[in-house]
């Protein structure tokens, strides 16, 4: 093999085990099929055993979980269970899509597999991944092990290629429930090892919050966001015009209709401002709100949500200036044929900055304009991806993103104007447990004074789950 690339080695392993599996797919699909059909039969039977127990005792209330043996189907919440089709069928090697709050608490799990009974009637799962990553850039991309366009260096850049190998989106979570009198009570913990610019693992937390019923208190993903469309990359960052934060936060969801639901919440604010003077200090006076409406459907879901902020800093003895700041998210997904599925979102608003993945710490939600007067920047980003099964052990997604803002005078003349994102990747779910993939990178970053530069990424990883994925 001496000479031949390792690339070009790992492309033709890959391509000759997606033939040899190929040839049992039909096969599979059927019995998929015929394991679907059998379900729905069963939840038929359920449905009618439920009205017949509510006829003969209608003072009874149906609790949202009990315990249950490992194994046997998890039990249907009052609120109809819609996502199962278009969500539960995706694959997500990062694992974002178990970790989100969930209506009613319904587990996205078929089943009870992986949960050990405790303390009567209690539940606990451990969960979480190990992985290791491979990185090799063409030339200097800026962040190392993850991929953000708005990092690219603009300019003459020297033309030396660099690896990295980190171990840095390996994940631990705890997922605790147990049934009480106002409904499940569900405790997620989860942290990974990105937490900081470099090849070093460095604690970070990521979720740490209790929901009862719909009432959830704690640190996870924004409500603006939508982490229901997060694209099935190897990148731990994803699209730059896809909306991504995690803040402290208590929220409400009120179910309603037939897979409608409508959220509110408080969060703490992150703000993030540049000026022309030192040490300036970012104040807020209130928290940010968020008021957010998710229609789900068997084969899709769509989401549109909005932030309300109060931006605001000071420096020295300084009056303190503050400026108004919103967001609007529009945000889905939907199924194609057996498994395939497109998602993506649109946003645009004055002062979220924050919330775009390519614009977190760069100072753009807020600048001062020509006359020195503090103004929310208008920032605007949308991503596409599409998601495609081989069969049942190879997949693929293509993913395009794109960020611009409209800068204002404050602003130097290097600061961030625009960004642009592209990623194809090839994954191989070899067993329930070990994924491998493969993921090609592009992306160009545009200042302000017109000055661009661009990069070229190529990814590889392995990822050991401690449980087999949903499916």
């Not at 609120?79 to 089709?85: C, I, L, N, S």
């Not at 960052?237 to 934060?245: E, K, L, S, V, Y």
């Amino acid at each position: 093999m001496r000479g031949i690339p390792t690339t070009v080695v790992f492309v033709v392993v890959l391509v000759l085990t997606c033939a040899a599996a190929s040839a049992q797919e039909s096969d599979i699909e059927a019995l998929k099929a015929e394991v679907k059909s059998l379900r729905e039969q069963l939840d038929n039977v359920q449905s009618k055993l439920d009205a017949v127990e509510a006829r003969a005792n209608p003072s009874s209330t149906p609790t949202s979980h009990v315990v249950v043996e490992p194994g046997t189907p998890a039990p249907q919440s009052q609120y109809k269970r819609t996502v199962d089709e278009e969500i539960r069928n995706r694959d997500d090697l990062a694992g974002n899509l178990t970790a989100a709050p969930r209506v009613d608490n319904i587990p996205l799990e078929e089943s009870d597999e992986g949960y050990t009974n405790v303390l009567g009637n209690a539940r606990v799962k451990f969960g979480g991944y190990a992985r290791l990553d491979f990185i090799y850039d063409l030339k200097p991309a800026g962040f190392p092990t993850a991929f953000i366009p708005s990092t690219i260096p603009v300019g003459p850049v020297p033309g030396i290629n660099s690896t990295a190998v980190d171990i840095n989106p390996s994940r631990l979570s705890l997922d605790l429930r147990r049934p009480t009198d106002l409904g499940e009570l569900r405790i997620f913990y989860e942290n990974d090892f990105f937490g900081g610019n470099t090849q070093e693992p460095v604690y970070n937390l990521r979720h740490l919050y209790g929901q009862l019923h719909n009432l959830l208190v704690g640190y996870t993903f924004s409500s603006f966001l939508d982490a229901d469309t997060d694209p099935d990359t190897l990148d731990y960052q994803g699209p730059n015009g896809n909306t991504w934060a995690a803040a402290a936060q208590i929220r409400y969801t009120q179910p309603f209709g037939k897979g409608q639901s409508l959220a509110f919440s408080a969060e703490g604010p992150l703000i993030d401002i540049q000026t022309n003077l030192n040490e300036a200090v970012t104040t807020s006076r209130i928290p940010d709100f968020t008021l957010k409406y998710r229609f789900e459907a068997e084969h899709g879901h769509l989401q549109l949500s909005s932030v309300f902020r109060d931006l605001g800093g000071y420096a020295g003895t300084q009056s303190q200036a503050h400026v108004f700041g919103w967001g609007l998210t529009l945000a889905g997904a939907h199924s194609v044929g057996a498994r395939d599925s497109v998602m993506g979102d649109v946003n645009y608003g004055d002062g979220i900055g924050h919330y775009l993945v390519d614009l977190a710490g760069l100072g753009v939600d807020a600048a001062l304009n020509a006359q020195g007067r503090l103004v929310a920047i208008p920032a605007f980003g949308a991503y596409g991806a599409y998601q495609h099964y081989w069969n049942q052990h190879w997949r693929s997604t293509a993913t395009y993103g794109y960020v611009r803002l409209n800068t204002v005078y404050g602003q130097a003349p290097d600061a961030f104007h625009s960004s642009q994102y592209a990623a194809g990747n090839v994954i191989w779910n070899i067993r329930d447990t070990i994924s491998v993939g493969a993921e090609l990178l592009y992306g160009t970053n545009l200042e302000k004074n017109g000055a661009k530069g661009n990069a070229t990424r190529f990814q590889m990883a392995i990822q050991y789950d401690l449980f087999p994925s949903r499916n």
